[in-house]
């Protein structure tokens, strides 16, 4: 019987985990499973790492080669690097395969075509490296694969390929920066039958985002997996819990293209027909099957497991095609209480810039740095955070230096994802996924605050995130003493999105919540579009999600008032909950298209906005909660007040001292036709964003007109002064909850001249805004009683 550890080749079926340093990782882990379990795996055999070992030797690559990697002066120097490794691998690839490793590779080629029964097989060969996959020290992905080869004499070329990938440059820097010499790595060439995927995947027993080991993560995409590694397509994401077998989270992406095979070799990129692109790529059925299979492979390795699958086009079977430990929970010592609960950041409304899939756990603050293209990296410097479409292994030396990182594209299972888990930096991805590219809205020297516990991106440097301190006092209380704020005519309100941060915020004081965002109970809690639950037959989950999301925020504050504006989303924020495609337009310009009051009458909507007035009538009725008030958003025409609010009194909900309807004042005609508006609503909420955008005409999305972008820009502040004559002439009030208020203290004492009954702030300006309003109100006071009275811009300047 032929030894093996001289064996050139050997088979699966004859391999174990503990062949590591026989013939690497992966392939010492396919024949893991091959050999011990029944666990489905196409067959194949693996070059060993002798035979490896016995090529650089015989053909004197290897003293070419450490003279070649000791000429690198600086590692970090791309050009250098690059340089250096191409010589390497052009090394290996001129020098000639000794003929009895040549022949014995085509042999086990042909062996494998008669145990399968086909003639000249299309295998796939993937490196596996005697270093790579080990609990220490990940490898993965730092060598080349080779999909759909046939022929024995390809076979052959294939596997020496393989060991010249051990030397590009991003294989060679990794191993650099991990310590190891070269000369101590060796690797295996992996020739697997080849799945014909109808689509692949990636999976973890435990979530790499987290560490939570109760569950099992499954991404998967169209076609051949490479493109879930490579991040060029964002994956369909699926979330198992392990004890009771059913999936608990599934996020559908657009997947509009795949890497598939070619019927006489290689492979080939191919657009995906629309119908199929927003489909899932496996069915629940086979992630329950997919989630059994990841469940027996830990057991059976004793560890967390990353694996990889694809599902055959032709017989719909899902075969494993590679399982390795996980290397970065498997080493952390967590904390069982506290695994599946992630403290959410300890954030008031700063601005999120961008969301996404929260893939390498942390938080960091740094200068952005977008790179569109690896040939610039050498332009990323030390502590800057990194903003790409998506990383390969040719980013890692810019990845080494990055604070954070953020991509457009990928999964939990992606380039970036896998790398800085290991790398311990904190890591965002397919952030175009969630609505928003990150390339689209962060520029190079932006300064950000990556939360990557919860996927999101803050504008500046957030430091109730970045360096938790001591929280400051709450309600009112200041190094122990209690802090006075006078009584004032103006009220001081607050706006809230997040429900869970109500009772934290309940002990500022606030006069109220001047608007409370119906859109982030949408995102956060329902995540599905109101008329595909319709249709689904599960109209019931947006009535009671809602409520019990508006409730938090209202028992939180009563008795003071709470005014929820309904969902103000565009199309393209709709489209992005689940089942939305089926219902939404795609708008060029959605800022001004079907959004707010419009929908609400639409018989293409109306369904889904009565589920709103029921939310609200089970909070106020069934709950008993009176302090709740509605405000409609982006009301364009008189007889559009007139049709949603006659809809409201269809649905028992009727104007009456305890029950207030505003309406928000962001659109010219608002202002223009207030005398009109008036008899539908009790007062009204300015918007100062839109209203800015729609009075000076600059889109406030756009970044090229954003200097010209001011709410305190003179047409606005006469638009202001206008709307609270002619509403207080009937009766009505008049507040604010734009940002302007929050950020400019002179336009707050401009409100307050004009007598404005209340502006709404962001949580952290309660308290400056009250010593503000009553320093102002206390000069208005001043003024009059020396004979100089308030700027009025309404009798002369309108």
Same mark, same amino acid.
């Given at each position: 019987?032929?030894?093996?550890?001289?064996?050139?080749?050997?088979?699966?079926?004859?391999?174990?985990?503990?062949?590591?340093?026989?013939?690497?990782?992966?392939?010492?882990?396919?024949?893991?499973?091959?050999?011990?379990?029944?666990?489905?795996?196409?067959?194949?055999?693996?070059?060993?790492?002798?035979?490896?070992?016995?090529?650089?030797?015989?053909?004197?690559?290897?003293?070419?080669?450490?003279?070649?990697?000791?000429?690198?002066?600086?590692?970090?120097?791309?050009? @250098?690097?690059?340089?250096?490794?191409?010589?390497?691998?052009?090394?290996?690839?001129?020098?000639?395969?000794?003929?009895?490793?040549?022949?014995?590779?085509?042999?086990?080629?042909?062996?494998?075509?008669?145990?399968?029964?086909?003639?000249?097989?299309?295998?796939?060969?993937?490196?596996?490296?005697?270093?790579?996959?080990?609990?220490?020290?990940?490898?993965?992905?730092?060598?080349?694969?080779?999909?759909?080869?046939?022929?024995?004499?390809?076979?052959? /070329?294939? %596997?020496?390929?393989?060991?010249?990938?051990?030397?590009?440059?991003?294989?060679?820097?990794?191993?650099?920066?991990?310590?190891?010499?070269?000369?101590?790595?060796?690797?295996?060439?992996?020739? /697997?039958?080849?799945?014909?995927?109808?689509?692949?995947?990636?999976?973890?027993?435990?979530?790499?985002?987290?560490?939570?080991?109760?569950? #099992?993560?499954?991404?998967?995409?169209?076609?051949?997996?490479?493109? *879930?590694?490579?991040?060029?397509?964002?994956?369909?994401?699926?979330?198992?819990?392990?004890?009771?077998?059913?999936? &608990?989270?599934?996020?559908? +992406?657009?997947?509009?293209?795949?890497?598939?095979?070619?019927?006489?070799?290689?492979?080939?990129?191919?657009?995906?027909?629309?119908? /199929?692109?927003?489909?899932?790529?496996?069915?629940?059925?086979?992630?329950?099957?997919?989630?059994?299979?990841?469940?027996?492979?830990?057991?059976?390795?004793?560890?967390?497991?990353?694996?990889?699958?694809?599902?055959?086009?032709?017989?719909?079977?899902?075969?494993? &095609?590679?399982?390795?430990?996980?290397? &970065?929970?498997?080493?952390?010592?967590?904390?069982?209480?506290?695994?599946?609960?992630?403290?959410?950041?300890? %954030?008031?409304?700063?601005?999120?810039?961008?969301?996404?899939?929260?893939?390498?756990?942390?938080?960091?603050?740094?200068?952005?740095?977008?790179?569109?293209?690896?040939?610039?990296?050498?332009?990323?410097?030390?502590?800057?955070?990194?903003?790409?479409?998506?990383?390969?292994?040719?980013?890692?030396?810019?990845?080494?230096?990055?604070?954070?990182?953020?991509?457009?594209?990928?999964?939990?299972?992606?380039?970036?994802?896998?790398?800085?888990?290991? $790398?311990?930096?904190?890591?965002? &991805?397919?952030?175009?996924?969630?609505?928003?590219?990150?390339?689209?809205?962060?520029?190079?020297?932006?300064?950000?605050? %990556?939360?990557?516990?919860?996927?999101?991106?803050?504008?500046?440097? *957030?430091?109730?995130?970045?360096?938790?301190?001591? @929280?400051?006092?709450?309600?009112?209380?200041?190094?122990?003493?209690? @802090?006075?704020?006078?009584?004032?005519?103006?009220?001081?309100?607050?706006?809230?999105?997040?429900?869970?941060?109500?009772?934290?915020?309940?002990?500022?004081?606030?006069?109220?919540?001047?608007? $409370?965002?119906?859109?982030?109970?949408?995102?956060?809690?329902?995540?599905?579009?109101?008329?595909?639950?319709?249709?689904?037959?599960?109209?019931?989950?947006?009535?009671?999600?809602?409520?019990?999301?508006?409730?938090?925020?209202?028992?939180?504050?009563?008795?003071?008032?709470?005014?929820?504006?309904?969902?103000?989303?565009?199309?393209?924020?709709?489209?992005?909950?689940?089942?939305?495609?089926?219902?939404?337009?795609?708008?060029?310009?959605?800022?001004?298209?079907?959004?707010?009051?419009?929908?609400?009458?639409?018989?293409?909507?109306? @369904?889904?906005?009565?589920?709103?007035?029921?939310?609200?009538?089970?909070?106020?009725?069934?709950?008993?909660?009176?302090?709740? +008030?509605?405000?409609?958003?982006?009301?364009?025409?008189?007889?559009?007040?007139?049709?949603?609010?006659?809809? $409201?009194?269809?649905?028992?909900?009727?104007?009456?001292?305890?029950?207030?309807?505003?309406?928000?004042?962001?659109?010219?005609? +608002?202002? !223009?036709?207030?005398?009109?508006?008036?008899?539908?609503?009790?007062?009204?909420?300015?918007?100062?964003?839109?209203?800015?955008?729609?009075?000076?005409?600059?889109?406030?999305? +756009?970044?090229?007109?954003?200097?010209?972008?001011?709410?305190?820009?003179?047409?606005?502040?006469?638009?202001?002064?206008?709307?609270?004559?002619?509403?207080?002439?009937?009766?009505?009030? #008049?507040?604010?909850?734009?940002?302007?208020?929050?950020?400019?203290?002179?336009?707050?004492?401009?409100?307050?001249?004009?007598?404005?009954?209340?502006?709404?702030?962001?949580?952290? $300006? #309660?308290?400056?805004?009250?010593?503000?309003?009553?320093?102002?109100? /206390?000069? !208005?006071?001043?003024?009059?009683?020396?004979?100089?009275?308030?700027?009025?811009?309404?009798?002369?300047?309108?």
């Amino acid at each position: 019987m032929e030894n093996r550890n001289t064996a050139h080749v050997l088979w699966f079926d004859d391999l174990h985990r503990s062949d590591v340093e026989l013939v690497g990782g992966k392939s010492s882990s396919l024949g893991e499973l091959t050999s011990s379990t029944n666990i489905p795996v196409p067959y194949g055999f693996a070059t060993t790492a002798h035979a490896y070992r016995y090529f650089m030797d015989t053909t004197g690559a290897n003293d070419k080669i450490k003279e070649l990697l000791d000429s690198i002066q600086d590692y970090e120097d791309s050009d @250098e690097l690059h340089q250096v490794c191409t010589k390497i691998r052009k090394t290996i690839t001129d020098a000639k395969m000794p003929a009895d490793l040549a022949e014995n590779i085509k042999q086990a080629y042909s062996e494998l075509a008669d145990k399968v029964g086909q003639e000249n097989p299309f295998v796939a060969i993937r490196s596996s490296a005697t270093a790579e996959d080990l609990p220490d020290a990940s490898f993965a992905g730092q060598q080349d694969s080779y999909l759909n080869i046939r022929g024995g004499d390809d076979v052959v /070329q294939k %596997v020496k390929e393989c060991y010249a990938s051990l030397f590009t440059e991003r294989a060679t820097y990794y191993r650099h920066k991990q310590g190891f010499p070269h000369e101590k790595v060796a690797l295996s060439a992996t020739v /697997q039958m080849m799945v014909f995927s109808k689509a692949s995947g990636i999976m973890f027993s435990v979530n790499v985002g987290t560490g939570d080991d109760t569950k #099992v993560i499954i991404d998967s995409i169209w076609g051949l997996g490479e493109y *879930i590694v490579q991040g060029t397509v964002t994956p369909d994401d699926f979330v198992v819990d392990k004890a009771s077998m059913k999936i &608990v989270s599934k996020d559908i +992406n657009k997947k509009d293209i795949e890497l598939t095979r070619l019927p006489d070799g290689g492979v080939v990129e191919r657009d995906i027909p629309a119908e /199929q692109a927003s489909q899932p790529s496996i069915t629940d059925e086979q992630v329950i099957e997919l989630a059994g299979y990841a469940k027996e492979i830990e057991q059976h390795y004793g560890c967390y497991m990353d694996m990889e699958f694809a599902l055959d086009q032709n017989t719909n079977k899902l075969w494993l &095609v590679q399982a390795r430990p996980e290397t &970065v929970w498997s080493q952390k010592n967590k904390d069982k209480s506290a695994k599946t609960d992630d403290v959410k950041a300890n %954030v008031t409304d700063a601005e999120v810039v961008v969301r996404g899939l929260a893939a390498s756990p942390g938080v960091a603050s740094g200068k952005v740095h977008v790179i569109a293209d690896p040939k610039n990296i050498d332009e990323f410097k030390e502590g800057e955070v990194l903003v790409t479409t998506m990383t390969s292994p040719d980013w890692v030396p810019a990845m080494k230096k990055a604070k954070a990182i953020i991509t457009n594209n990928g999964g939990m299972t992606c380039h970036a994802a896998i790398v800085s888990r290991e $790398m311990q930096i904190p890591c965002i &991805v397919g952030t175009t996924s969630r609505g928003v590219a990150a390339m689209d809205v962060l520029h190079t020297g932006d300064t950000v605050t %990556v939360d990557a516990k919860n996927g999101i991106v803050y504008a500046g440097e *957030i430091q109730a995130i970045i360096a938790p301190a001591k @929280e400051a006092p709450q309600s009112g209380e200041i190094a122990g003493n209690a @802090e006075y704020f006078a009584p004032t005519a103006t009220q001081v309100m607050m706006n809230l999105g997040d429900p869970s941060l109500a009772d934290k915020y309940s002990k500022l004081p606030a006069d109220g919540i001047g608007l $409370m965002r119906e859109e982030f109970i949408w995102t956060s809690y329902i995540h599905e579009h109101p008329l595909y639950l319709i249709d689904q037959g599960h109209p019931e989950k947006v009535i009671n999600m809602l409520a019990e999301g508006i409730s938090q925020v209202v028992w939180a504050m009563a008795p003071r008032p709470v005014v929820l504006r309904f969902s103000d989303f565009k199309s393209s924020e709709y489209r992005n909950l689940k089942g939305g495609d089926q219902y939404e337009p795609h708008e060029s310009a959605d800022l001004l298209g079907w959004r707010g009051a419009s929908r609400y009458y639409d018989p293409k909507y109306i @369904e889904a906005f009565k589920l709103e007035l029921e939310a609200v009538k089970k909070v106020r009725n069934e709950f008993g909660l009176k302090n709740l +008030n509605v405000m409609i958003p982006f009301i364009r025409t008189v007889p559009e007040a007139q049709k949603v609010t006659n809809i $409201m009194a269809e649905a028992g909900l009727v104007r009456s001292a305890d029950f207030k309807v505003y309406m928000m004042a962001e659109i010219p005609s +608002n202002i !223009i036709l207030a005398d009109q508006f008036n008899q539908f609503i009790d007062g009204y909420s300015i918007g100062s964003n839109d209203l800015t955008m729609l009075l000076l005409g600059c889109d406030r999305n +756009n970044d090229t007109v954003a200097e010209l972008f001011d709410e305190r820009n003179l047409a606005v502040k006469r638009a202001i002064a206008h709307l609270i004559k002619v509403a207080h002439r009937d009766g009505k009030t #008049v507040s604010i909850c734009g940002q302007t208020p929050s950020e400019y203290p002179d336009f707050t004492n401009f409100l307050v001249q004009q007598g404005i009954d209340y502006v709404s702030v962001n949580p952290d $300006m #309660v308290k400056a805004t009250k010593h503000n309003v009553a320093h102002f109100e /206390q000069r !208005i006071i001043l003024d009059n009683a020396t004979g100089h009275g308030r700027q009025d811009l309404t009798e002369y300047d309108w």
